[in-house]
Nanobody, 124 residues
Framework: VQLQASGGGLVQAGGSLRLSCAAS????????MGWFRQAPGKERDFVAA????????TYADSVKERFIISRDNAKNTVYLQMNSLKPEDTAVYYC??????????????????WGQGTLVTVSS
């Protein structure tokens, strides 16, 4: 089982990026998927998550109204559209999922699978 994240890069403040995370090895269509991030020298923080069918989404307050999480279950892929980026959004972004279904969670320990991370750098 593998989660492969891509789409990170260097962008100026105010710009946009779209992260993608393709899952392989099993289907995640019945599992929540989400994103965490870790800035240099800081703990890993929750960013966004959504339910298996996409009906329920939750965001960290710091990204609400700027980031949009979505998924395409036919492609076993989750996305994170990041708009109005700020220097404080600079971090390595990790996609996550888990084996069981059930409600979405902001707790990192509730997820079984983690992608390798993709670096997002926002310059001021």
């Amino acid at each position: 089982v593998q989660l492969q994240a891509s789409g990170g890069g260097l962008v100026q403040a105010g710009g946009s990026l779209r992260l993608s995370c393709a899952a392989s090895g099993r289907t995640f269509s019945t599992s929540p998927m989400g994103w965490f991030r870790q800035a240099p020298g800081k703990e890993r923080d929750f960013v966004a998550a959504m339910s298996s069918r996409g009906h329920i989404k939750t965001y960290a307050d710091s990204v609400k109204e700027r980031f949009i999480i979505s998924r395409d279950n036919a492609k076993n892929t989750v996305y994170l559209q990041m708009n109005s980026l700020k220097p404080e959004d600079t971090a390595v972004y990790y996609c996550v999922s888990r084996i069981r279904g059930g409600p979405i969670s902001r707790a990192p320990e509730s997820y079984d699978y983690w992608g390798q991370g993709t670096l997002v750098t926002v310059s001021s």
